[in-house]
C-alpha cells in the first residue's frame, strides 16, 4: 500500500530562522515522484519544490530545499530565512510512475512564523 | 500565470441537493486534468483523472457521490450529490499521467445547509 506520513502537526518559529519539516512514505514502486505544496489561509495550493526519486542530488528552489533520505524512504523539507509570509500548511505528496496522475498526500504541518 | 479557472469558488448547498462544479483549463500544455477533495480535516484525496472529452466516471465517498465529465480539451465537471459533510473541490492539471508537477485550481468550496 502506499501511503504518506507527516507526524509534525504544528511547529512554531520566529522570522529569520530555518525549519524543517518530515515526511515519510511507503511504496512499492522503483520509481516514484515527491512533492511539496503549501496551502495559505486563503486556500490556495501551490507547488513549492519536487524530488525524483532516481535523482540522487537534493533539489533546491529558491529559499526551500529537500532532505532526501531514500534508505529511510523520508523527504523533508527545509524552509531557511523564513518570513511571515510562509505561515501555512504545508503537504508532502507522492505520485508513482504509472497510473492515473493520482497524487497520494500527507495530513499536513501548520506552519507559524512569528516576528 | 493562472492554469485553471474553477467555479463556483464557493455554494451553499441544502442538503440533499446536487451541485455541479466547472473548471476551465486555460493552458493545453497541461491537459491531463483531476478532481480532488478535501475534508474538513484538510486531507486531500484524489477523485478522478479524465484525459479525453467525453470520459466519465463516479465514485461515491463518506459524504458525498460524485459524477465527473471531461467535456471539451479545456473544461472538466464534476456533479456533488448526497453531500452530507462540507468540503472543498479542487481541479488540477499536468503535462502527462506520469511524473509531472500538478497544478491546482483555487478550489470550490461547499458547505451544506
Known amino acids: 500500500a502506499q501511503k504518506v506520513t507527516q507526524t509534525q502537526t504544528s511547529i512554531s518559529v520566529m522570522e529569520k530562522t530555518t525549519v524543517t519539516m518530515d515526511c515519510v512514505y511507503e511504496?512499492?514502486?522503483?520509481?516514484?515522484?515527491l512533492f511539496w505544496y503549501k496551502q495559505t489561509a486563503s486556500g490556495e495550493i501551490v507547488f513549492l519544490i519536487r524530488?525524483?526519486?532516481?535523482?540522487?542530488e537534493n533539489a533546491t528552489e529558491g529559499h526551500y530545499s529537500l532532505n532526501f533520505q531514500k534508505p529511510k524512504s523520508s523527504i523533508g523539507l527545509i524552509i531557511t530565512a523564513t518570513q511571515i509570509e510562509d505561515s501555512a500548511v504545508y503537504f508532502c505528496?507522492?505520485?508513482?510512475?504509472?497510473?492515473?496522475?493520482?497524487?497520494?498526500f500527507g495530513e499536513g504541518t501548520k506552519l507559524t512564523v512569528s516576528s | 500565470v493562472t492554469l485553471l479557472e474553477q467555479n463556483p469558488r464557493w455554494r451553499l448547498v441544502p442538503r440533499g441537493q446536487a451541485v455541479n462544479l466547472r473548471c476551465i483549463l486555460k493552458?493545453?500544455?497541461?491537459?491531463?486534468m483531476s478532481w480532488y477533495q478535501q475534508d474538513l480535516q484538510k486531507q486531500l484525496q484524489w477523485l478522478f483523472t479524465?484525459?479525453?472529452?467525453?470520459?466519465?466516471?463516479v465514485k461515491s465517498l463518506p459524504g458525498a457521490d460524485y459524477l465527473a465529465t471531461r467535456v471539451t480539451d479545456t473544461e472538466l465537471r464534476l456533479q456533488v450529490a448526497n453531500m452530507s459533510q462540507g468540503r472543498t473541490l479542487y481541479c488540477t492539471c499536468?503535462?502527462?499521467?506520469?511524473?509531472?508537477?500538478?497544478?491546482f485550481g483555487e478550489g470550490s468550496r461547499l458547505i451544506v445547509v
Open positions: 511504496t512499492r514502486d522503483s520509481s516514484y515522484f
Open positions: 493552458n493545453s500544455q497541461y491537459p491531463w
Open positions: 524530488q525524483d526519486s532516481y535523482k540522487k
Open positions: 479524465l484525459r479525453s472529452p467525453g470520459d466519465k466516471e
Open positions: 505528496a507522492m505520485r508513482n510512475q504509472g497510473g492515473s496522475a493520482k497524487l497520494i
Open positions: 499536468s503535462a502527462d499521467r506520469v511524473g509531472n508537477t500538478l497544478y
